[in-house]
């Protein structure tokens, strides 16, 4: 079946570092990859995405490319602030049929970013 | 715009004991669904529903049941909570192959 595959930290960076978080998938067929986050005392929300294959997905700063030689969608971002603290997952989502979407998620990387 | 609302956001239960989580989207979307988020374990589907009456099962669903009256509204039972369900709860909704929206979550506590 469908997997995720992300580090479950916590990562912790001092203000302005880069920031990677490793992402890798299984899959059968060709799934949408999506990034969520999660501020503390809130629900997930929608990073970013991608649909198909070497797509990039971006927003706010963060980045990720589809790479579907590696199975992998790691996020990147050159400069990370103290608003960034938060929980980020990993998924995948694909349509097994019956109309029915199957969103598989990775455990979640915390990222705590310090002054 | 209210999005996907949850509640109750806090509830503390004793074995036994049954209770309704009540989830409610504005946002005319055909599909909702139940996660229960464990610490180590991401988020775990519980049921989900493709539309107005009908529900399905998810990776976890033993000790819930679901119900999908009107297309606004998503109910999460627990008929005899046990303390294996402490966990917290969070509603979502889409349209097919779209993102997810998710609810500011329920935190429960089976005593």
């Known amino acids: 079946g469908d997997s995720v595959t992300q580090m479950e930290g916590p990562v912790t960076l001092s203000e302005e570092a880069f920031l990677t978080i490793n992402c890798t998938y299984t899959a059968t067929g060709y799934p949408s990859l999506f990034w969520y986050v999660q501020y503390p005392g809130e629900g997930l929300q929608l990073l970013l995405k991608a649909t198909k294959a070497d797509d990039k997905g971006s927003n706010k700063g963060f980045e990720a490319t589809y790479r579907k030689e590696t199975t992998s969608f790691h996020l990147e971002k050159g400069s990370v602030q103290v608003s960034d603290s938060a929980v980020y997952f990993c998924?995948?989502?694909?349509?097994?049929?019956?109309?029915?979407?199957?969103?598989?998620f990775g455990i979640g990387t915390k990222l705590q970013v310090i002054p | 715009n209210a999005g996907v609302t949850q509640t109750p956001k806090f509830r503390v239960l004793k074995t036994g004991q049954s209770m309704t989580l009540l989830c409610a989207q504005d946002?005319?979307?055909?599909?909702m669904y139940w996660y229960r988020q464990d610490p180590g374990m991401g988020l775990r589907l519980i049921h989900y529903?493709?539309?107005?009456?009908?529900?399905a099962k998810g990776e976890v669903p033993d000790g819930y049941n679901v119900s999908r009256l009107k297309k606004q509204n998503f109910l999460l039972g627990l008929e005899s909570a046990a303390p294996s369900q402490t966990s917290v709860y969070f509603c979502?909704?889409?349209?097919?192959?779209?993102?997810?929206?998710f609810g500011e979550g329920s935190r429960l506590t089976v005593l």
């Open positions: 998924a995948l989502s694909d349509q097994p049929g019956g109309g029915y979407q199957k969103v598989t």
């Open positions: 946002m005319n979307h055909e599909y």
């Open positions: 979502a909704s889409s349209r097919l192959a779209g993102e997810l929206f």
């Open positions: 529903s493709v539309g107005e009456g009908t529900t």
